[in-house]
């Protein structure tokens, strides 16, 4: 008996060790790379089954307490409510619901003049007011062709792609067949559900055919790296399982949507993410009002927290004063005639900031202040309040999207490229890097990436030219090495971009041309016979133009404005 004892107790010290033991951090291939740990849950009347209230006072019951048959009744019949209303949401979304078909085709960064082979794809949709369908933009990406499919049908219809907003992975699709539209019903968006509200998550995730519905309760709110665009904006985490093919499915609380599902954590079990309803309103409002998408607003900043007391006396804030330090400013922003390095950031648009970057939102959450920019739409002012050297000063910013120096995709787009003499010049992007694998990061050349991932431009329409790959002849020959490095000068001249140096070669009057790159390297060709060489290299490698197609309609504008001149 003693000895059974002891292993009893041996057994019990063992397992509140490993009950203790954290798990080895996953990898996300879906999601952002890298969470901070979860804040503490909110208790509300509506997450917690042991929460009574007194005279408006939520108060916890212990676990042991008995609870009334009154209390008790009024589960029952909440839960019978909320069977009946996920429900009549799924009957709801039977009608609205629709499978995404696409084939795309993306290009080729490497081998710039041509495409990769075509793929197909699914995913789901729903339709809105308006006779429109709301699915994610990367279900669609470098498509070719796209079919939808509603429930119960066996018929498959042409759509058009309206809109896609690849920043916060949207978009809106057309169908102009009448039939298609016989007993479909638009859904309506809701409102940012509170933490633990359950949802449905309707689509057609792979494993089946047929429509599906899976439901969660929400977990978190705050901005969330979308993977997609490689944006950051308020995302919803919720414990229901979103898998490929549920992409662009509602997700729907009561009669009403809560949100988008658009990606997952992989290595987690039953995390998914939707896109809140502000984010979507914000991207149909462009649309509709513009057009066009019109894109999310960025001050262009990079601050610093100014949670170190020391900080804080340094740029002498009063202990009442909160905010954040203006590190680095984008020169093609507006907050760069305004703000200075240095500037304490108080509050936005009457919002106070903390320390920590972070605003009030809702209740007792918080959420960083760049949700309050990103909601912005574009042009629109805001109201910043800083503190400059000891003296507080309020004064507008007007938002407008930014570019990045380095663009982070290039979606429904060809490349852009120009071949001269078998020497391949192509604008730097992030897709090029992607081409080098999965650990581009790691494998693409470390400068090329360090300058992706930090350097801000200095004028508008800036590129960074690199020299991709050398397409091998006796003009060549010994250049070979020089691939991937920046192209800094034609003749002596800096070049802004791949147009540019297009034009300074095309229009060189001398005898030959120079190409100044980094590490002090230079190219030096003949002209003329670099000219005849080039035709000669792009019938060898059955290249059909020494340009892009964007390059030779910018050639072709220019030469029809120069005519109409004459």
Not at 449 to 460: G, M, N, Q, T, V
Request: include cysteine.
């Amino acid at each position: 008996m003693a000895s059974f004892l002891r292993t009893a107790r041996k057994l019990a010290s063992s397992s509140s060790q490993y009950g203790h033991l954290k798990s080895p951090p996953s990898t996300t291939r879906n999601a952002a790379a890298s969470r901070g740990p979860p804040r503490p849950p909110i208790s509300d009347n509506s997450s917690n089954l042991f929460a009574g209230k007194t005279n408006g006072v939520t108060r916890m019951l212990p676990c042991s307490a008995p609870i009334s048959s009154s209390y008790d009744r009024r589960w029952r019949t909440r839960r019978v409510g909320v069977r009946k209303g996920n429900a009549a949401a799924v009957e709801l979304a039977l009608n609205s619901v629709v499978k995404v078909f696409s084939v795309l085709c993306s290009p080729n960064y490497l081998l710039p003049w041509q495409n990769k082979s075509q793929r197909e794809t699914m995913g789901s949709g729903f339709v809105i007011p308006g006779r429109k369908i709301l699915t994610n933009a990367h279900v669609i990406a470098d498509h070719s062709f796209v079919l939808v499919r509603k429930h119960g049908s066996p018929a498959k219809y042409r759509a058009e792609v309206k809109a896609v907003g690849h920043e916060c992975d949207l978009a809106i699709l057309a169908v102009e067949s009448e039939e298609f539209w016989d007993g479909m019903n638009p859904l309506e968006l809701g409102d940012i559900p509170l933490l633990q509200e359950a949802v449905s998550v309707v689509g057609y995730p792979q494993g089946g055919d047929n429509i599906s519905v899976t439901k969660g309760v929400v977990s978190r709110v705050e901005p969330t790296q979308y993977v997609h665009g490689a944006s950051q904006l308020m995302a919803i985490q919720i414990d229901a399982a979103i898998n490929p093919g549920n992409s662009g499915g509602p997700a729907i609380m009561g009669n009403k949507v809560a949100g988008v599902a658009f990606q997952n954590l992989s290595g987690a079990e039953n995390i998914g993410y939707i896109i809140p309803v502000p984010v979507i309103k914000h991207f149909i409002y462009g649309v509709e009002e513009k057009g066009k998408y019109t894109g999310f607003c960025s001050l262009g900043l990079s601050c610093q927290p100014t949670e170190n007391v020391h900080l804080r006396n340094h740029f002498g804030m009063q202990p009442d004063m909160t905010g954040v330090l203006v590190s680095k400013i984008n020169p093609l922003s507006d907050a760069h005639n305004v703000l200075k390095k240095d500037d304490i950031i108080l509050s936005f648009d009457g919002v106070p900031i903390a320390n920590d970057g972070t605003v009030p939102f809702r209740n007792r959450e918080r959420i960083t202040f760049d949700h309050l920019v990103s909601m912005k739409q574009p042009n629109e002012n805001a109201i910043v309040r800083v503190l400059r050297d000891g003296k507080e000063h309020e004064l507008n910013i007007i938002l407008r999207p930014l570019q990045p120096l380095v663009p982070v995709h290039q979606f429904d787009k060809l490349p852009s490229y120009y071949i001269f003499a078998g020497l391949v010049f192509v604008p730097l992007t992030q897709p090029y890097l992607h081409e080098y694998g999965e650990d581009w990061y790691n494998t693409s050349p470390r400068r090329l990436c360090e300058r992706a991932l930090r350097e801000l431009p200095k004028k508008a329409n800036q590129q960074l030219v690199i020299l991709s790959q050398v397409l091998m002849d006796d003009i060549n020959a010994g250049y070979e090495r020089l691939a991937e490095l920046q192209v800094l000068k034609v003749n002596g001249t800096e070049i802004d971009n791949l147009e540019h140096l297009c034009q300074l070669v095309e229009n060189c009057s001398t005898e030959s041309v120079r190409f100044d790159l980094e590490d002090d390297r230079v190219i030096a060709l003949n002209y003329e016979v670099a000219k005849v060489a080039t035709s000669r290299i792009l019938m060898r490698h059955r290249i059909p133009s020494a340009k892009s197609v964007d390059l030779i309609d910018t050639q072709n504008s220019s030469q029809s404005e120069l005519a109409s001149q004459c």
